[in-house]
């Protein structure tokens, strides 16, 4: 509670602080010296930025000089000095140095102190801080050090050579690392000198690093080299990174070697830096050494010149496209595919067509960006010679642009070519390549390419946002269609739905044609919604042959079934009761009973009794009877129980599993 009040306060605080921050007096920040945020440091953070946002430039003096007051006094909260640091860090000047400073040598606030002078940035704030080395705690200096290495501090570069050289290993280390921060030469000078002890090798070398990037020139390369001396694998990475951008040649000579040599683990370095350096420089040298590796180490290195994206290497990349190596050709592929243009996919397409290497060069194709590549394979379409893989890649791509030159190619005399270029219609063509496509079937005389046709005219339609507009379009070819046509069209309008596919079923099934009867009723019997309800329990009743009466029964009795179906519950038990009348198979009762078990519906027992009469149904109908009761009981107790006492007189006298007989007695039991 009291945490609580004290942040209200201090928000009150704040609010009236940034109103009248010239007027507030010295009682608001009275209040302030003794705030306490105890468990809510969060808090600070927030007050910080608005008290900052709120308050005017010109006002901020005032800000500062109040807030160094409150740095200053005795009397002062800790949690308050911190909360004035961090403001200070924002705002404070030379005005706040000294105030600062005597925190220096407090444990809880010196990171605070050390934070506002080293973001200050001054003379008189670097001034301060290599001061307090000489008086401060031990475990105080490595965080000043921090801070002067950071603010790049020239003249505490003396103190930091000393102190390089402590007893104490977190001085010293920080110490080392600042010199690197540093960077000039009295810095390099003083780590050149160094002895360290090996715990602090590591340090130095990245002390040597940093101060070399910093110089530059020869004498920056000298010391990344002095700095792989350390040995350790992080820094030689570190030390060739930085020798490769201050002079590419000696870089290069360095990486070359590690690619060349027997050290796995340099070699696998190398690479890694291979993909994070730029430079021309490099580039050649990598290409001109490929020739010279073993086969492990080509792939390796195509690879990381794949990751390095310059196109300087284009060339002696391609050149591997054709090597009997196959490990080297799949590497070259890949790289290719990162670094490849539109010339790079001719090469690729020919020799895909040629029968080398094709699902991956495709799959490469598939892989590379821009436009310029979409231009060249819609351009090859239109070439016999690779015009195969050339849709193979398209479709990989999903290039739908490429659906108009696809309509040509359902022409070309290679059957192959027009199988694939149908399969690609279908996964790239839209409702506007649909009156084209149906012109090209309608000509089609080979059944299996009518099939393929048909299937990717299909998936458009099926695939468009208005899937029964698109079909129309299908329809108006329907006259014309051969048979086979026909029934792919017939069968293809149970997944569309709708009245103009509806009247076109209807039609069909008033034909009586064979093949054309046959796909209507199994297409009306797959229909998506419950406007064919009503035919199929007309055919239910009055199909001629048997399997067409059974397909017509059950496709009713998925109508009523179906949870996509919209329909009520009193016109789903209604559609099962007129199935059942039509219902002359023992399975074709058993889908009915599943079905009404599942309406859980109290007005579905009735119908569900009307089946006990069939020796063959009683354990089904009992089961059902049962688990209806036991669904309909917490709102229909009354209909329940008097089910069940109808359901048990009727098991008296019949014969009847006795298990269910126990299931329906436990029920009764419960109900009572």
């Given at each position: 509670?009291?945490?609580?009040?004290?942040?209200?306060?201090?928000?009150?605080?704040?609010?009236?602080?940034?109103?009248?921050?010239?007027?507030?007096?010295?009682?608001?920040?009275?209040?302030?010296?003794?705030?306490?945020?105890?468990?809510?440091?969060?808090?600070?953070?927030?007050?910080?930025?608005?008290?900052?946002?709120?308050?005017?430039?010109?006002?901020?003096?005032?800000?500062?000089?109040?807030?160094?007051?409150?740095?200053?006094?005795?009397?002062?909260?800790?949690?308050?000095?911190?909360?004035?640091?961090?403001?200070?860090?924002?705002?404070?000047?030379?005005?706040?140095?000294?105030?600062?400073?005597?925190?220096?040598?407090?444990?809880?606030?010196?990171?605070?102190?050390?934070?506002?002078?080293?973001?200050?940035?001054?003379?008189?704030?670097?001034?301060?801080?290599?001061?307090?080395?000489?008086?401060?705690?031990?475990?105080?200096?490595?965080?000043?050090?921090?801070?002067?290495?950071?603010?790049?501090?020239?003249?505490a570069v003396a103190a930091?050579?000393?102190?390089?050289?402590?007893?104490?290993?977190?001085?010293?280390?920080?110490?080392?690392?600042?010199?690197?921060?540093?960077?000039?030469?009295?810095?390099?000078?003083?780590?050149?000198?160094?002895?360290?002890?090996?715990?602090?090798?590591?340090?130095?070398?990245?002390?040597?690093?940093?101060?070399?990037?910093?110089?530059?020139?020869?004498?920056?390369?000298?010391?990344?080299?002095?700095?792989?001396?350390?040995?350790?694998?992080?820094?030689?990475?570190?030390?060739?990174?930085?020798?490769?951008?201050?002079?590419?040649?000696?870089?290069?000579?360095?990486?070359?070697?590690?690619?060349?040599?027997?050290?796995?683990?340099?070699?696998?370095?190398?690479?890694?830096?291979?993909?994070?350096?730029?430079?021309?420089?490099?580039?050649?040298?990598?290409?001109?050494?490929?020739?010279?590796?073993?086969?492990?180490?080509?792939?390796?290195?195509?690879?990381?010149?794949?990751?390095?994206?310059?196109?300087?290497?284009?060339?002696?990349?391609?050149?591997?496209?054709?090597?009997?190596?196959?490990?080297?050709?799949?590497?070259?592929?890949?790289?290719?595919?990162?670094?490849?243009?539109?010339?790079?996919?001719?090469?690729?397409?020919?020799?895909?067509?040629?029968?080398?290497?094709?699902?991956?060069?495709?799959?490469?194709?598939?892989?590379?960006?821009?436009?310029?590549?979409?231009?060249?394979?819609?351009?090859?379409?239109?070439?016999d010679a690779v015009r195969?893989?050339?849709?193979?890649?398209?479709?990989?791509?999903?290039?739908?642009?490429?659906?108009?030159?696809?309509?040509?190619?359902?022409?070309?005399?290679?059957?192959?070519?027009?199988?694939?270029?149908?399969?690609?219609?279908?996964?790239?063509?839209?409702?506007?390549?649909?009156?084209?496509?149906?012109?090209?079937?309608?000509?089609?005389?080979?059944?299996?390419?009518?099939?393929?046709?048909?299937?990717?005219?299909?998936?458009?339609?099926?695939?468009?946002?208005?899937?029964?507009?698109?079909?129309?379009?299908?329809?108006?070819?329907?006259?014309?269609?051969?048979?086979?046509?026909?029934t792919r069209i017939l069968?293809?309008?149970?997944?569309?739905?709708?009245?103009?596919?509806?009247?076109?079923?209807?039609?069909?099934?008033?034909?009586?044609?064979?093949?054309?009867?046959?796909?209507?009723?199994?297409?009306?019997?797959?229909?998506?919604?419950?406007?064919?309800?009503?035919?199929?329990?007309?055919?239910?009743?009055?199909?001629?042959?048997?399997?067409?009466?059974?397909?017509?029964?059950?496709?009713?009795?998925?109508?009523?079934?179906?949870?996509?179906?919209?329909?009520?519950?009193?016109?789903?038990?209604?559609?099962?009761?007129?199935?059942?009348?039509?219902?002359?198979?023992?399975?074709?009762?058993?889908?009915?009973?599943?079905?009404?078990?599942?309406?859980?519906?109290?007005?579905?027992?009735?119908?569900?009794?009307?089946?006990?009469?069939?020796?063959?149904?009683?354990?089904?109908?009992?089961?059902?009877?049962?688990?209806?009761?036991?669904?309909?009981?917490?709102?229909?107790?009354?209909?329940?129980?008097?089910?069940?006492?109808?359901?048990?007189?009727?098991?008296?006298?019949?014969?009847?599993?006795?298990?269910?007989?126990?299931?329906?007695?436990?029920?009764?039991?419960?109900?009572?």
């Open positions: 509670m009291e945490s609580r009040n004290n942040m209200r306060r201090f928000a009150n605080l704040m609010a009236m602080f940034c109103l009248a921050v010239g007027t507030a007096g010295a009682d608001a920040f009275d209040d302030l010296m003794g705030y306490t945020y105890e468990d809510q440091p969060e808090q600070l953070g927030k007050a910080a930025e608005d008290l900052l946002a709120k308050t005017p430039r010109d006002q901020m003096g005032a800000v500062e000089a109040k807030l160094v007051a409150v740095v200053a006094s005795t009397n002062t909260a800790p949690e308050a000095k911190a909360y004035a640091c961090r403001l200070l860090q924002r705002i404070g000047t030379a005005a706040c140095v000294s105030a600062v400073t005597t925190l220096l040598h407090d444990e809880e606030l010196a990171a605070y102190a050390r934070m506002t002078l080293e973001r200050q940035g001054t003379e008189a704030a670097a001034a301060a801080l290599r001061a307090a080395l000489d008086d401060v705690p031990e475990n105080a200096k490595p965080g000043i050090l921090g801070s002067l290495g950071a603010m790049q501090d020239a003249k930091m050579r000393d102190l390089a050289g402590s007893t104490n290993a977190a001085t010293a280390g920080a110490a080392i690392l600042a010199l690197g921060k540093v960077g000039d030469r009295h810095a390099a000078a003083a780590l050149v000198k160094l002895d360290p002890p090996p715990s602090l090798r590591e340090a130095v070398a990245a002390a040597l690093i940093d101060c070399g990037k910093r110089m530059g020139g020869n004498v920056g390369v000298k010391l990344c080299e002095r700095a792989m001396a350390d040995g350790t694998a992080a820094n030689r990475v570190a030390a060739i990174e930085a020798i490769a951008t201050l002079d590419a040649g000696r870089g290069a000579d360095f990486i070359v070697a590690d690619l060349r040599g027997d050290d796995r683990e340099r070699a696998a370095a190398a690479r890694t830096i291979v993909a994070g350096v730029p430079g021309a420089t490099l580039t050649h040298r990598l290409t001109a050494v490929l020739d010279e590796l073993p086969s492990a180490k080509q792939v390796a290195l195509l690879t990381a010149l794949g990751q390095r994206g310059d196109r300087a290497a284009l060339p002696a990349v391609e050149g591997r496209l054709t090597v009997d190596d196959e490990a080297v050709r799949a590497a070259a592929i890949a790289a290719v595919a990162r670094l490849g243009d539109a010339g790079s996919v001719k090469q690729m397409l020919s020799r895909a067509a040629a029968g080398g290497d094709s699902p991956e060069l495709v799959q490469a194709i598939a892989a590379m960006p821009g436009a310029a590549i979409d231009a060249v394979l819609i351009d090859a379409l239109g070439s195969g893989v050339a849709i193979e890649a398209a479709v990989q791509r999903d290039l739908t642009e490429a659906a108009p030159r696809l309509l040509e190619c359902v022409k070309a005399d290679d059957l192959r070519v027009q199988s694939a270029a149908w399969k690609a219609l279908g996964s790239l063509g839209g409702v506007e390549q649909l009156g084209p496509m149906l012109t090209a079937l309608a000509d089609l005389d080979e059944r299996n390419m009518q099939d393929t046709a048909f299937d990717a005219t299909a998936r458009i339609v099926t695939a468009a946002r208005d899937r029964r507009k698109a079909f129309v379009l299908v329809l108006e070819q329907y006259d014309k269609a051969s048979v086979s046509v026909k069968n293809l309008a149970a997944a569309v739905g709708g009245e103009a596919a509806l009247a076109r079923v209807s039609d069909a099934l008033a034909s009586g044609e064979g093949e054309v009867y046959d796909a209507a009723l199994r297409s009306l019997a797959r229909w998506p919604n419950e406007q064919a309800a009503g035919k199929l329990l007309e055919l239910a009743t009055q199909a001629a042959g048997e399997t067409h009466r059974i397909l017509a029964l059950r496709g009713c009795i998925r109508i009523a079934g179906a949870r996509e179906v919209r329909l009520s519950r009193e016109q789903r038990l209604a559609l099962y009761r007129e199935a059942g009348k039509a219902a002359r198979r023992t399975d074709e009762k058993r889908l009915i009973l599943a079905g009404l078990r599942d309406l859980r519906d109290k007005d579905a027992l009735p119908v569900l009794f009307g089946y006990l009469e069939d020796a063959a149904l009683i354990a089904d109908t009992a089961n059902s009877v049962i688990d209806v009761a036991r669904d309909i009981a917490p709102q229909h107790k009354a209909e329940a129980r008097a089910a069940l006492d109808k359901l048990m007189a009727h098991l008296d006298g019949a014969e009847c599993d006795g298990a269910i007989t126990k299931r329906a007695r436990e029920l009764q039991s419960k109900l009572q």
